[in-house]
């Protein structure tokens, strides 16, 4: 299947609503594409950053319909940058990135090439727009351009990002899937990829943490902290409760308290 047929399947350019897909924004498993990433050029190189100097770049498997706000988190992994400044897609003449103020920062961006937000955009559909490749630029003003161009397309169905060639391939990968980890969620507090009997613990740990909570003057209910940590910063990343070094309890979100509601009310018709 071709690059331009991938993209076709999807809406060109169209709008996705950030709060209904994954960590990743993938959405459904999607046909890979080996994607080169290389530096073209850099107006400086200021001390702070990694060298920048021309040279093989990396290589990346990446879902076909990722998102290139995702590939720009991607690029700033790989290249260790710090997400500092801002950044926009060159896709045939378009700009793709976050749209800039008038006066943000003195940073310039052409208003007249602005065309969306990369979020709207995936990895599949650019190429389509623009079969040679597109860039990738970095800071406005000490301006970094990477060139990014396919090298291949796969039918095996991915949902990660991972670096098949490269500098430091391991450390880079290591840095990839610290980035674009899954986080838990109400439905998997434990992690997605948890076993059951762990989404089980945890989803019981929110009850009881519930049924010895009281409330507070600050308007939050309060249970003792002396569960398992690791089940604990999990119902913390799902945004169930809220902890504080400083303190022996959590407090319970109201998205907490409302899922442990309907967890015992479950648990009582049993």
Known sequence: MSLV?????????????????????????????????????????PSAWPPLSPGPGFILRVPADLRLDDLHQAIQTVMEWQDRHPYVFEVADREFGPR?????????QEPDAWAGEARTVTVAQAFAQAKSGFDYIYNF???????????????????TVTCISGADADGVNRRLRAAFR?????????GPDAPPDRQLLAQLTLAVLSLGSRPTRRGVREASKTLRVEILEGLEEAGLIET????????LTDAGVAHATALLAQIKKL
């Open 141 to 159: 003003r000490d301006e970094a351009r990477v060139r990014v161009t396919h090298v291949a397309v796969h039918d095996a169905l991915i949902r």
């Open 5 to 45: 047929q991938i993209a076709e399947q999807r809406c060109c350019f169209s709008t996705l609503d950030a709060e209904t897909v994954p960590a990743l924004h993938t959405g459904q498993m999607a046909r890979s594409l080996d994607v080169r990433i290389e530096i073209r050029d850099s107006l400086t190189q």
């Open 244 to 251: 504080a070094p400083d303190r022996k309890s959590v407090a």
């Open 182 to 190: 899954e986080q838990a969620s109400p439905q998997f507090p434990a």
């Open 100 to 108: 800039l103020d008038q006066d943000d920062d003195q940073e310039d």
